[in-house]
């Protein structure tokens, strides 16, 4: 098996509102180096490519690449043209290697929108050099850019960088130091296309964790409720762990749980739930392994401090609910306040004019030509 070590650039809108859905970045220049089985460089592969969706390249993209519009016309060519010489070029026998995560889902997403057919299978594996190297560097969770993996193990950069030719060549560099006997087994999947049902879900076991691949769900909240994607089991023996504390969301962005193993102790989970790329829904990954006591202490501090902020949250919503109430009664209060005021003053206004004037009696004067009787 070959290793393709693949690099794109890209360009995009100049404006939100000019962006096309579907194609938010268009790649216009492929670069790849291709590795035999023992990481020995056998060939390069470039094409610089003719913009369709966004013709003028913004400025920020001329600065990083050197890349012109003119050097675009004159020397690239189509994108449909260029996809099919590099899938020529690549083989049969071989496994994308890149650096980062993003590079192959911009590659899937302008091979859609120029409809052209996807080759690769699923589950689609590729090797993350930018993972790799955290991994025999002890780095954790870190990423790393490209350049200062080159400065690390002090490669010469006799290239310029983001050029895409010149990038996957140090990242093919990188590679070549990495420990492929130790590390080439941590694989990653590419997830712009996710399993389309239940037989198509993926379960993939590595060296100290497993990790599963759910499919495509309409809404946020079935994947997260979804027993299958709840479930816990032992990474060394597949038994169902004893769920010691039960999912909970930390801060939104995953859910964590433990479970207990009789034979082979604590086991941490973790569900993070991703919008697809292509099917308007959302899917979940699923991680089991074992767990220190560091740990352990962790998920349950965790656990405690989403508690506190709950019940945090519950005591400032009685409190605003009381302030509320009480508003409203004061509200209740001066306003029958202000109408019983103002009865007593129609009251008033109608006993006065009830009160009637007195009567004026006319007095009649004899002027003496009354007859007498």
């Given at each position: 098996?070959?290793?393709?070590?693949?690099?794109?650039?890209w360009?995009?809108a100049?404006?939100?509102?000019?962006?096309?859905?579907?194609?938010?970045?268009?790649?216009?220049?492929?670069?790849?180096?291709?590795?035999?089985?023992?990481?020995?460089?056998?060939?390069?592969?470039q094409?610089?490519i003719?913009?369709?969706?966004?013709?003028?390249?913004?400025?920020?993209?001329?600065?990083l690449?050197?890349?012109?519009?003119?050097?675009?016309?004159?020397?690239?060519?189509?994108?449909?043209d260029?996809?099919?010489?590099?899938?020529?070029?690549?083989?049969k026998?071989?496994i994308?290697?890149?650096?980062?995560?993003?590079?192959?889902?911009?590659?899937?997403?302008?091979m859609?929108y120029?409809?052209?057919?996807?080759?690769?299978?699923?589950?689609?594996?590729?090797?993350?050099?930018?993972?790799?190297?955290?991994?025999?560097?002890?780095?954790?969770?870190?990423?790393?850019?490209?350049?200062?993996?080159?400065?690390?193990?002090?490669?010469?950069?006799?290239?310029?960088?983001?050029?895409?030719?010149?990038?996957?060549?140090?990242?093919?560099?990188v590679?070549?130091?990495?420990?492929?006997?130790?590390?080439?087994?941590?694989?990653?999947?590419?997830?712009?296309?996710?399993?389309?049902?239940?037989?198509?879900?993926?379960?993939f076991?590595?060296?100290?964790?497993?990790?599963?691949?759910?499919?495509?769900?309409?809404?946020?909240e079935?994947?997260?409720?979804?027993h299958r994607?709840?479930?816990?089991?032992?990474?060394?023996?597949?038994k169902?762990?004893?769920?010691?504390?039960?999912?909970?969301?930390?801060?939104?962005?995953?859910y964590?749980?433990?479970?207990?193993?009789?034979?082979?102790?604590f086991?941490?989970?973790?569900?993070r739930?991703?919008?697809?790329?292509k099917?308007?829904?959302y899917?979940?990954?699923r991680?089991?392994?074992?767990?220190?006591?560091?740990?352990?202490?962790?998920?349950?501090?965790?656990?405690?401090?989403?508690?506190?902020?709950?019940?945090?949250?519950?005591?400032?919503?009685?409190?605003?609910?009381?302030?509320?109430?009480?508003?409203?009664?004061?509200?209740?209060?001066?306003?029958?306040?202000a109408?019983?005021?103002?009865?007593?003053?129609?009251?008033?206004?109608?006993?006065?004019?009830?009160?009637?004037?007195?009567?004026?009696?006319?007095?009649?004067?004899?002027?003496?030509?009354?007859?007498?009787?």
């Amino acid at each position: 098996m070959e290793y393709i070590v693949l690099d794109l650039e890209w360009n995009q809108a100049a404006y939100k509102v000019d962006e096309e859905a579907e194609i938010p970045f268009e790649i216009i220049e492929i670069g790849a180096v291709k590795l035999n089985e023992k990481c020995e460089k056998v060939s390069e592969f470039q094409a610089l490519i003719r913009p369709q969706v966004y013709p003028f390249l913004l400025r920020r993209t001329k600065e990083l690449t050197g890349w012109t519009d003119k050097d675009l016309d004159t020397r690239g060519i189509y994108f449909e043209d260029a996809c099919s010489q590099l899938l020529e070029w690549c083989g049969k026998d071989y496994i994308f290697c890149i650096w980062g995560t993003t590079d192959l889902v911009q590659l899937e997403r302008n091979m859609a929108y120029f409809k052209i057919k996807i080759p690769w299978k699923y589950p689609f594996k590729y090797l993350d050099v930018q993972k790799l190297y955290a991994m025999q560097e002890n780095e954790g969770k870190t990423r790393r850019a490209l350049e200062f993996a080159i400065e690390h193990y002090q490669i010469p950069t006799e290239r310029p960088f983001h050029h895409a030719v010149d990038d996957a060549d140090y990242t093919a560099k990188v590679l070549q130091r990495i420990d492929m006997a130790a590390y080439s087994t941590f694989f990653s999947v590419d997830y712009y296309r996710v399993p389309r049902n239940y037989f198509e879900e993926q379960i993939f076991y590595f060296n100290t964790y497993s990790k599963f691949v759910s499919r495509s769900y309409p809404l946020k909240e079935e994947v997260i409720q979804n027993h299958r994607v709840r479930e816990m089991n032992c990474f060394y023996c597949k038994k169902k762990l004893i769920r010691t504390i039960p999912w909970f969301s930390d801060s939104g962005r995953s859910y964590l749980a433990l479970g207990e193993c009789k034979e082979h102790g604590f086991m941490r989970g973790r569900i993070r739930v991703k919008p697809t790329e292509k099917y308007n829904g959302y899917f979940a990954i699923r991680t089991i392994r074992p767990c220190t006591d560091e740990d352990r202490e962790e998920v349950e501090n965790k656990r405690e401090n989403l508690k506190e902020k709950r019940r945090e949250k519950r005591k400032r919503e009685r409190i605003n609910e009381r302030l509320r109430t009480a508003a409203k009664k004061s509200e209740k209060t001066a306003e029958n306040e202000a109408k019983g005021g103002a009865g007593k003053t129609e009251k008033a206004a109608k006993a006065v004019k009830t009160v009637k004037a007195p009567k004026t009696v006319k007095k009649t004067v004899n002027t003496g030509n009354s007859k007498e009787s």
